[in-house]
Each structure stands twice: as structure tokens, then as C-alpha cells.
């Protein structure tokens, strides 16, 4: 656990600095606000879902509880039919605070993955600057990005969905790898090493 007493620095300002970058992408950026989309009806949308008493949770509409029946003709017309898809439902109202609390957690939980895997693979104080930033920022592109694919892929996820996460996702990598690139602790003079040696002039 070592490389957190050297880098507690770079992880706490780049889980800071991705926190706010993620807030923004949200909040300000244009290309997320018309993502999501109105079902039309509300009410009526509402009301049909609570009328079905459904738990929260994840649900897929056709569904087939026995894979044996899912190659019957009468499960395949229904894969045929549109509407087709998945339905998250909520316990309640989503608490802002708690997202935002819990997002900078994972950012932390991030930057310590980073820091580690950067103090494993580079030599540690005293290296160049663009040589921490490609490691790092190449972690925190994986960690960021890629885990979010295959849910995308699977679940029909939209193509320009998936491209604003990928580019969201590199926007917060660079700003990690730069900020682990400057704050990456220096070398230590050569007089530190030596013991009883006389200060350069």
C-alpha cells in the first residue's frame, strides 16, 4: 500500500477533477440532453406498469422463463412484435445526493486502481512526464470506458449512446493521465542517497 502514501495526491485531485468533469458532461454539455427520451403518456405509462404490481428491478419484454419453449413459434412471433426491450424500475426516488456521493467514491476507487497500476509498472519517482501520462491514462480509460460496452451490445443499447460514453470516458482518462503526469513524485537528488555528501553549490 505504499504507492498511496506516494500518490495520494494524484488520486485525490484526479477523482476531484473527474467528479466535476462528469457533473458538467451531465449538466452542461449539450450532446447528453436529448438522450433520453419522453414515452409519451406519463400517467398513462404509469399507470399501465403499476397495474402489473412489478417489484424493482430489471425486466425484458418478451421474456421466456423455460429455455425450452424459447425455440416455440409462439415465443418467436412475440420476439417479431414490436415494442421489444428492457425496463429498469426504481425502489423510489432516486436521491441526488447519494448519486453524487457515491459517483466520487467510484472515482476514488478509480485513481487508486491507476495509481497502483502505474506504481507497478513505471519506475517509480523521477519518471518522464508523457510516460506517466500514456500508463495512466490509458488505465483510467479502461476503467472509465470499457466495462460499459458489453452492457451496450447486449442490451441494444444506441450506437451514439455508446459513442458519448466512450468519448466521456477518454475525456476523463487524459484529464487523469495529466494530472498524474504532474504530480508524479520527482527523483531524489543524488545527495539524498548519499549519506554525509556536501550540497551542490
Not at 135 to 155: D, E, V
Request: charged residues 15%; neutral net charge.
Amino acid at each position: 500500500m505504499g504507492f498511496i502514501t506516494e500518490l495520494w495526491i494524484p488520486i485525490l485531485v484526479s477523482a476531484v477533477a473527474a467528479w466535476i468533469v462528469q457533473a458538467i458532461v451531465w449538466t452542461v454539455m449539450p450532446h447528453r440532453k436529448k438522450e433520453w427520451r419522453k414515452v409519451g403518456d406519463d400517467d398513462a405509462f404509469k399507470a399501465a406498469i403499476r397495474g402489473f404490481n412489478l417489484e424493482p428491478g430489471y425486466y425484458m419484454f418478451p421474456w421466456c422463463d423455460d429455455p425450452s419453449k424459447a425455440k416455440d413459434a409462439e415465443f418467436h412471433k412475440k420476439m417479431n412484435e414490436p415494442p421489444l426491450g428492457t425496463l429498469h424500475l426504481w425502489a423510489g426516488r432516486r436521491s441526488m445526493g447519494a448519486c453524487m456521493a457515491w459517483s466520487f467514491v467510484f472515482n476514488l476507487a478509480a485513481s487508486v486502481s491507476v495509481a497502483y497500476l502505474a506504481w507497478e509498472a513505471l519506475e517509480r519517482p523521477g519518471v518522464d512526464y508523457l510516460k506517466v501520462f500514456q500508463i495512466t491514462g490509458a488505465a483510467a480509460f479502461l476503467a472509465y470506458t470499457f466495462a460499459l460496452i458489453p452492457g451496450g451490445i447486449w442490451f441494444g443499447k444506441p450506437i451514439k449512446s455508446m459513442a458519448y460514453d466512450v468519448a466521456d470516458g477518454l475525456a476523463v482518462a487524459l484529464l487523469t493521465g495529466g494530472i498524474f503526469g504532474w504530480l508524479w513524485p520527482a527523483a531524489q537528488a543524488a545527495t539524498d542517497a548519499v549519506p554525509g555528501a556536501a550540497p551542490s553549490p
